[in-house]
């Protein structure tokens, strides 16, 4: 259980950096609507920029406290607590705007992995 919840720990948060900084102006098959960037993703849904900036900062922070929790166990439940509600977010954002299976599945399967890690972070000793 320990080797899972590592490495959904490293998965959430490479995964969450990856998208929130190399990712960020690429035109992926995983964006909301019909955007080609992050920034148009978020005006898909009806959120401006500032918005993005600051999901951005938090989503970052959180991946980067994941990674430390490696390390230092108590980070674990709060930075996985704090994600779990913005991929609650993202997966209501890609249903709101009718996204088909293919943009919502990435966020879906970080809302239960992050649920996941949650789950053993409290199962491992």
């Not at 999901?55 to 607590?81: D, E, H, N, R």
Request: glycine share 4%.
């Amino acid at each position: 259980m320990k080797i899972i919840l590592k490495l959904l720990i490293v998965l959430v948060s490479l995964t969450v950096i990856t998208a929130w900084t190399y990712n960020l102006n690429l035109d992926t098959t995983f964006r909301g609507g019909d955007a080609t960037n992050m920034i148009d993703e978020f005006e898909a849904y009806g959120l401006n920029y500032t918005t993005m900036v600051v999901v951005g900062i938090f989503k970052v922070a959180c991946a980067l406290m994941l990674l430390f929790g490696l390390k230092y166990k108590k980070l674990i439940l709060p930075a996985s607590g704090v994600m779990t509600l913005f991929m609650i977010a993202a997966v209501y954002f890609h249903i709101s705007i009718s996204d088909p299976i293919i943009p919502t599945l990435p966020s879906l399967l970080m809302l239960v992995s992050c649920i996941s890690i949650i789950y053993l972070d409290k199962r491992v000793v």
